[in-house]
Each structure stands twice: as structure tokens, then as C-alpha cells.
């Protein structure tokens, strides 16, 4: 039998020669998973002896992750703004880039509005609704998708972080009006699908033959979800209240004109950590502009 620290060694070895670039990473999460243990229990148990059962699942998760499959999928969980999140197929996995949609609500809303009424529209997972929750807890929130099975996965991500007594999920078609119970809010916030439909099977493989398409899927040209949601959804703001979505490369001038169309009262763009603008914020009129 290998102890944990060898059958480690062999898995990032096996990913290093396929090329994978974070194997040192990756083989950790797979070795972990397959002994049901921490990241830090892990590495406290580098030393012990593993068993035939936790050697078989690493082999298998390695044919799987070498066939293409991502490493979320197969360990079923992946961090987002530091809190764990539960993911599988029915859901993207989260991304660095959209951890700025938290940095950019929170800029707005600490020390000026922090009981905020919050909208995620096209959840998926939850996990900008959950990073929003726990970094502002006073905040209400209500998390939307059209997807029940992405539905489902968000509310174990709510529950897991201790969210459910302060968040509503709602099935409802972005694209579309909303429902009349839904209220209003301070704050829209939205990582829609925005590939264009010609672009999507040349996406990396990894994204293409395992993420769901239609959480990919923005339309001939991109911009489907961005204008529904400005159509429908905007009538759900309050005079002052934000809308912020994740845009994709190239995308951000155009919606930031759209905002502006839309009858918003300014709009301006941040961006991500290799300097795209990734972000698109919205302000709405407030009363003292309105009258």
C-alpha cells in the first residue's frame, strides 16, 4: 500500500504529463475526495497509509479528469469568495472573474445600504447570492434561474452556508416578465449566459463537452439575457437601486450603452484581474433626480 503523500505524488505526476497546469492542486482535491478527508486533514495525513478502495477511486478519478471531465465535477465541490460550494453538471462552476460582481455589490451597499433587497438573476449554483449573504448579513435576498435542477443545487449551497432563512428562490425565465410577487429591490445582480451561439463549440472542451450549454448560451449575439433583463427586470428597481451583470470580453461597451438606452441614470465598468471590463453597473434615477 502507498501512503497518502505517494499516492499524491503519483496522481500530480500522471496530471503533469497530460499538462494539466494546476496538478499540484488538483491531484490534492482528487486524493482528498477519494479518502473523504479535508484539504487540511490531508496534508495532516501525508505520512499514513491509504487503502486499495482510496487507490482505486484516485485511478478512477484520474481517467475521468484526463478524459476532460473538470475537477469540480468530480469532487462535486469548488470554492467561490471563500465558502464552499456544491457543484455538479446542472451548474457552471464558479469563477474568479465573477467574484468581482461581489466586489462591486459590496463596494456599493457597505455603509450606505446594508439591509439591501437583493436579486440574483440566473443563479445557477448560488453562489453569488451566498457570497452577498454572508459578507452582508443583514441584506434580504431572492435567487431566480429557469433551471430547477441548477434550482436545486442552490438551495443545498444556502442551506450549507446557513442562508435559507434569509433567501427565496424562484423559478423564472430571465428573458421574460417577472413574477408579480417577486417585490422590489435595491440591487439586480447577474452573471447571464453570454456566448454567442457560434461560438460555443469552440469553447475549451472542458466547457463545452461538460458544463450545461444553456447556462452558456446567450444568443446569436450574446446579448439575449442582457436585454430581457433590462426589458422586464428593471421596473423592479427602487429610485437609487443598481443593476450589475458579468459581461463577457469585448461585450462591455455595448452594455454599457444598453444601460444607459434603457433610461438608467449613469453606467460604468470595472475590470477583472487581467484588465477586461468584466462588469457593468447601472445606477437607476433616485427621487431627487426624478422630481
Known amino acids: 500500500m502507498k501512503t497518502y503523500n505517494e499516492l499524491y505524488l503519483t496522481a500530480r505526476n500522471v496530471l503533469r504529463q497530460y499538462g494539466v497546469e ?61 465558502l464552499p460550494m456544491t457543484v455538479n453538471s446542472d451548474v457552471l462552476i464558479p469563477r474568479m472573474d465573477t467574484e468581482l460582481l461581489v466586489d462591486a455589490a459590496k463596494s456599493l451597499l457597505v455603509g450606505r445600504k446594508m439591509d439591501a433587497r437583493i436579486l440574483d438573476l440566473c443563479c445557477g449554483s448560488g453562489c453569488i447570492v451566498c457570497a452577498l449573504g454572508h459578507e452582508l448579513p443583514a441584506t434580504k435576498l431572492v435567487a431566480v434561474d429557469i433551471s430547477a435542477s441548477a434550482l436545486e443545487v442552490c438551495r443545498k449551497n444556502l442551506a450549507s452556508n446557513r442562508l435559507t432563512s434569509r433567501c427565496i428562490v424562484m423559478q423564472a425565465d430571465a428573458t421574460a416578465s417577472p413574477p408579480l410577487s417577486i417585490g422590489t429591490f435595491d440591487l439586480i445582480v447577474s452573471n447571464p449566459p453570454y456566448i454567442p451561439s457560434g461560438e460555443i463549440m469552440s469553447l475549451d472542451s472542458s466547457v463545452r463537452d461538460f458544463e450545461p450549454i444553456w447556462a452558456l448560451d446567450g444568443g446569436k449575439d450574446g446579448l439575449r439575457f442582457y436585454k430581457g433583463i433590462l426589458k422586464f427586470w428593471k421596473s423592479l428597481l427602487r429610485p437609487g437601486g443598481y443593476i450589475l451583470f458579468e459581461v463577457g470580453e469585448d461585450q462591455a461597451e455595448t452594455v454599457r450603452d444598453m444601460v444607459l438606452a434603457a433610461g438608467f441614470a449613469s453606467a460604468e465598468t470595472r475590470k477583472d484581474t487581467q484588465g477586461i471590463d468584466r462588469v457593468v453597473i447601472g445606477k437607476m434615477y433616485d427621487m431627487e433626480q426624478v422630481f
Not at 492542486?25 to 482528487?30: F, K, S, V, W
Not at 484526463?66 to 468530480?74: D, F, K, T
Open 22 to 82: 494546476s496538478c499540484s492542486l488538483e491531484a490534492r482535491l482528487l486524493v482528498a475526495q477519494a479518502a473523504g478527508k479535508s484539504a487540511a486533514d490531508l496534508l495532516r495525513d501525508m505520512s499514513l497509509y491509504t487503502t486499495p478502495t482510496v487507490e482505486n477511486k484516485v485511478t478512477d478519478y484520474l481517467a475521468r479528469r484526463l478524459r476532460g471531465e473538470p475537477v469540480a465535477y468530480i469532487t462535486g465541490s469548488w470554492e467561490f469568495y471563500g
